[in-house]
């Protein structure tokens, strides 16, 4: 059976001799998604290292949009609650780290995302968003018609579909 690889990190980062390195980059990976700041995230990782298949520089520009789109949103004034679940889809059972954002006074929910921080043995492989852990809000479109059938997908998927289209314009 094939095994579908999200990543291949460098062959120093894969043999590092300690998990506490591991654990502090997931740590502070962790930190940083809590303050929606980047910058606290990004000295701990190395030039060769990827995430999400992603360069250094493509995966922290990545996650600097969407914090800055939460930031920009809620004027600076929010909460971010984390809470541990599991992959209900393509890394079935694996651990994802959710987060949940809130405006700031009003405690009112905003959005919420999730990542997939995978490990063997201690050792970070890879950090990669999930959009389908459990707890994840879903949205049914379509159905009611043979010409449009029922589909199912998360939240974060339409939301994300939908500023690429903004952004288009």
Do not use: W
């Amino acid at each position: 059976m094939e095994q579908v690889i999200h990543l291949k990190t460098t062959l120093s980062f894969r043999e590092m001799e300690s998990a506490s390195e591991s654990a502090l980059i997931i740590k502070k990976f962790i930190e940083s998604c809590m303050q929606l700041d980047v910058s606290l995230f990004e000295p701990f990782m190395n030039e060769e290292d990827n995430f999400e298949d992603k360069d250094k520089y493509r995966f922290l520009e990545r996650l600097r949009k969407s914090f800055e789109e939460y930031r920009q949103d809620l004027l600076d004034d929010f909460i971010v609650e984390r809470t541990t679940t599991i992959c209900e889809g393509c890394s079935y059972g694996k651990r994802v780290e959710q987060f949940k954002v809130y405006e700031g006074e009003s405690k009112k929910f905003y959005d919420d995302f999730g990542f997939l921080i995978d490990e063997n043995n201690g050792k970070l492989i890879d950090i990669y968003q999930c959009n389908q852990y459990k707890g994840c809000k879903m949205v049914t479109i379509g159905g009611g018609s043979s010409n449009f059938p029922e589909i199912t997908i998360s939240e974060q998927v339409l939301k994300e579909e939908h500023r690429k289209r903004l952004n288009k314009q």
